[in-house]
């Protein structure tokens, strides 16, 4: 079941290189580099796992880390503009990294699963999935937002994130419970599964109108895309 979850990371990859290679949309090339760097995490835990080389616990720690930072470049570029709470995100990933940093070194001492900052990143995204849907769901000229491709990617971290919670916040304290592990693959491939599939719905979209309203002088990220429309 967790080597089926790890596989369908492909599936929004696929979706991505057949409808999307040479979309500006920027949001969408976030996901991308989000895609790319599960699979190459996906694969070096792999490749950890058969040396036995026991880091996992780090390798948890940086993923968050480039997890957080990524959704959090996401909704910069997702949020309308002109709204206090975009101003605020870019602060967000500074924030994160200072108390994931003191809960994995300091508390854990890493040693342990560190649930606090996978609980800490799954609320604030979660946080940030509700308002962005309640003001683009609540504009009127942003009826077609369910078939955007920004709808269907915040769709997917929410399902994902809402289900998977209590799950990282247990297991810190139920690592060493057999029956707690079989139960955290089998939630967590599913609802994998599930953001993967939502993430491939998502390449079939329209693009969203909030890239409209993206003001210029922002990051942009043409120059660290590999597939624009001056490679082809």
């Known amino acids: 079941m967790s080597y089926l979850g790890s596989i369908t990371t492909v599936l ?56 957080f930072t990524l959704f959090s470049i996401f909704f910069y570029y997702a949020l309308p503009t002109r709204r206090i709470v975009r101003s605020i995100v870019p602060a967000l990933p500074f924030l994160y990294i200072i108390a994931a940093a003191y809960s994995f070194f300091i508390v854990t001492k890493r040693n342990e699963f560190d ?31 369910y078939s955007t491709t920004n709808f269907w990617i915040i769709i997917s971290f ?16 139920m690592q060493m419970d057999k029956h707690f592990r079989v139960l955290y693959i089998i939630i967590n491939a599913v609802f994998n599964i599930l953001k993967n599939v939502l993430l491939s719905i998502a390449m079939l979209m329209k693009p969203s109108s909030s890239e409209e309203r993206i003001r210029p ?16």
């Open 12 to 67: 929004p990859l696929v979706f991505f290189l057949i409808f999307k290679r040479n979309d500006k949309e920027k949001t969408l090339r976030v996901i991308f580099y989000y895609i790319v760097y599960v699979i190459v995490n996906e694969l070096v835990s792999f490749i950890l796992h058969l040396y036995d080389i026991n880091i996992l616990n780090f390798l948890f720690f940086v993923f968050n880390i480039t997890e």
């Open 115 to 145: 649930s606090f900052s996978m609980g800490l990143e799954a609320i604030i995204i979660l946080i940030l999935c509700i308002y962005y849907l309640v003001v683009s769901i609540g504009k009127s000229y942003n009826l077609s937002i």
């Open 158 to 173: 929410l399902i994902y994130l809402a289900g998977t919670f209590f799950l990282y916040i247990m297991a810190e304290n």
């Open 217 to 232: 002088g922002h990051v942009d990220l043409d120059n660290l895309f590999p597939f624009n429309e001056k490679n082809n």
